[in-house]
């Protein structure tokens, strides 16, 4: 099992930056893909992004290609995802997430297996 722990949730304005971290333990980090998911109110949880182990793969949703980033630090067994040019739309609850598999970056919220509890994320227009 491992622990996540998400921070840097907050208040933004659209157009905006925030950067959110992901802090993890409990099992070998490193060996392991992360990912990022999102719930809006009134809808489903959606996928936004993953890293691999090493970070030398990514895998974005569409909606936020180009506009976040995801990254690890595995000496600080964190996962990050900056968000830059923030819209109302991205306004959620933010959750990072653990694979099943080490190498997973999928965006199959069922082949994740932890969960932070989330930070909520909101974005005024």
């Known amino acids: 099992q491992v622990q996540l722990v998400e921070s840097g949730g907050g208040l933004v304005q659209a157009g905006g930056s925030l950067r959110l971290s992901c802090a993890a333990s409990g099992r070998t980090f490193s060996a392991y893909g992360m990912g990022w998911f999102r719930r809006a109110p009134g809808k489903e949880r959606e996928f936004v992004a993953a890293?691999?182990?090493?970070?030398?793969?990514?895998n974005y949703a569409d909606s936020v290609k180009g506009r976040f980033t995801i990254s690890r630090d595995n000496a600080k067994t964190t996962v990050y995802l900056q968000m830059n040019s923030l819209k109302p739309e991205d306004t959620a609850v933010y959750y990072c997430?653990?694979?099943?598999?080490?190498?997973?970056?999928?965006?199959?919220?069922?082949?994740?297996?932890?969960w932070g509890q989330g930070t909520q994320v909101t974005v005024s227009s």
């Open positions: 997430a653990a694979p099943k598999s080490p190498s997973y970056i999928g965006g199959r919220s069922y082949e994740y297996d932890s």
């Open positions: 890293i691999s182990r090493s970070g030398g793969s990514t």
